[in-house]
């Protein structure tokens, strides 16, 4: 059985002297193992295509106990990543929440967009590395069925735009009265109309919002935390991005 989609290499690894075992986050069969064989060879056609942050189309063949890849055309290989070892960390840090949190096997189209978006704001340097960061984190989360309730106090329903307590265990938010009853973390103005901004907006909107620095600073720190007390996995790209920013 062959599959024909579009994907992008979030994963690879070295199998024997010329083939290669990559993770495809494909738009319609989400995440995807398939094995690249002959990869490493000079001449290989799929050796462009099949390199880490490679986008583009694939022929897959579906055999009884793996998937390989026929074919291989590049569409975009995100090269200025690796111009920058701070940027090039985060984006392995983008594909390994991807390989985590988007479907297997499945329909993967707003997780592939979400980090192509990404990675070509990251590359291009049109956001900031925290910017991006919240974003990929928060919306890969409410995607992946963990989107926090932020309309209102999760105790008594009061509505703000300011003041407000948010609850990384409970993925609520909570007013000045109802937060002595649980444990969160107090949310600077902003940070909480960026944070329904990233859960809520339409795609195309996604990263059209903008807060000071400082602010920018502590929304990534809250969705990182966010992510890490849900899912409760241990990320060592995160830590290898962590070390790089220094």
Known sequence: ???????????????????????????????????????????SKSQSATQLFAYGKFSIYRGKDAYSIDEAQPIEIFFDLRNDIEALSLAQYFCELAGELAPVEDDADEY??????????????????????????????????????LVACGDCSEFSDGGMFF??????????????DHTCIALPNGVLSAMRHICYVENAKLFSFTLPEESMSFLADVTEKFLLTQTAKKLKTLDFYKMMKG
């Open 1 to 43: 059985m062959k599959l024909s989609t579009d994907g992008l290499i979030i994963r690879e690894q070295q199998t024997g002297e010329d083939d290669r075992l990559v993770t495809i986050l494909t738009r319609d069969y989400g995440v995807l193992r398939a094995f690249v064989r002959g990869a490493k060879r000079i001449k």
């Open 112 to 149: 592939l967009k979400l980090v192509l978006n990404a990675l070509h704001m990251l590359s291009k340097n049109k956001r900031s590395h925290a910017q991006l960061k919240a974003i990929v984190e928060l919306r890969m989360m409410s995607l992946s069925g963990y989107m926090p309730d």
């Open 167 to 180: 609850s990384p265990v409970e993925g609520q938010i909570f007013c000045g009265e109802c937060v002595k």
